[in-house]
C-alpha cells in the first residue's frame, strides 16, 4: 500500500522567511512520481512539480525548490523568501507507475502554511 | 476558460436526497478523477475511469455511483446523502503519465 506523510500539519512563518515543507512516502513500487500540490485559501488545486523515481536531481523554480531523496523516501518543498501570498495549504502526493494502483495519486494530509506580514 | 470545470460550485441539500455533481473537460484527457476533501485528511479518491467503457472504485466509494457519459464528462452522484458526505469534492484529469489537473470544487453540505 502507498502512504504519504506530512508531519508538519501547520506552520507559520514571517514574510521573507525560508520555510521548508517535509514529506515522507512509501510504496514499494520501483517506479513512480511524486507531486507537489498548492490549495490557496479560494479552494482550487494547483499543480507545483512531478517528479520521477529515476531522477533525484534537485529543481529550482524561482523561490520554490524541491530536495528528492530516494535514500530517505523524502520529497521535501522550500519556499526561499517567502511571501503572504504563498500562505496556503500545500499537498505531496504520490503516484505509480504500474500495477492496480496505476494514475491514483494518494495524497498526504496536507501543511497549512502562514506567512505573516 | 477553464479547463477543468464543476457544477454546482457549493450545494446545500437534506438528507435522503438524490444529488449529482458534474464535471467536463476541455484538455482532450482520457483519464477523470473524482476525490473529496475533508479537514486533516487530505483528498481520498472515491471513483476513477480511465476510459468510458473503464470505472473503478476508489477507496471510498460507498455510498457513491459514478458515470461517464462521454470522454468529457464524469458525474458523482450522491443517492441518498448523508450528512458525513459534507465536504469538497473535486474532479481531476490526467493524460498518461502527467499530473492530474483539477476542477475547482464542490462545497457540499448535506444537512
Known amino acids: 500500500a502507498q502512504k504519504v506523510t506530512q508531519a508538519q500539519t501547520e506552520i507559520s512563518v514571517v514574510e521573507k522567511e525560508d520555510v521548508t515543507l517535509d514529506c515522507v512516502y512509501e510504496t514499494r513500487d520501483t517506479t513512480y512520481y511524486l507531486f507537489w500540490y498548492k490549495q490557496p485559501p479560494s479552494g482550487e488545486l494547483v499543480f507545483l512539480i512531478r517528479r520521477n523515481s529515476f531522477d533525484e536531481q534537485n529543481e529550482i523554480s524561482g523561490r520554490y525548490s524541491w530536495n528528492f531523496q530516494k535514500s530517505t523516501s523524502s520529497f521535501n518543498f522550500t519556499i526561499t523568501a517567502s511571501q503572504v501570498v504563498d500562505s496556503a495549504v500545500y499537498f505531496c502526493a504520490l503516484r505509480s507507475a504500474g500495477g492496480t494502483s496505476y494514475g491514483k495519486l494518494t495524497f498526504g494530509q496536507g501543511t497549512i502554511l502562514t506567512v505573516h506580514p | 476558460d477553464a479547463d477543468v470545470t464543476q457544477t454546482p460550485r457549493n450545494r446545500i441539500t437534506k438528507t435522503g436526497k438524490r444529488i449529482m455533481l458534474e464535471c467536463s473537460q476541455t484538455k482532450g484527457h482520457d483519464r477523470m478523477y473524482w476525490y473529496r476533501q475533508d479537514p486533516g485528511l487530505g483528498l481520498r479518491l472515491i471513483y476513477y475511469?480511465?476510459?468510458?467503457?473503464?470505472?473503478n472504485k476508489g477507496e471510498i466509494s460507498d455510498g457513491y455511483s459514478v458515470s461517464r457519459q462521454a470522454q468529457a464528462k464524469f458525474s458523482l452522484s450522491l443517492e441518498s446523502a448523508i450528512p458525513n458526505q459534507t465536504a469538497l469534492y473535486f474532479c481531476?484529469?490526467?493524460?498518461?503519465?502527467?499530473?492530474?489537473?483539477f476542477g475547482p470544487g464542490t462545497r457540499l453540505l448535506v444537512l
Open positions: 475511469s480511465f476510459d468510458v467503457k473503464d470505472i
Open positions: 481531476a484529469t490526467s493524460d498518461s503519465y502527467r499530473a492530474q489537473y
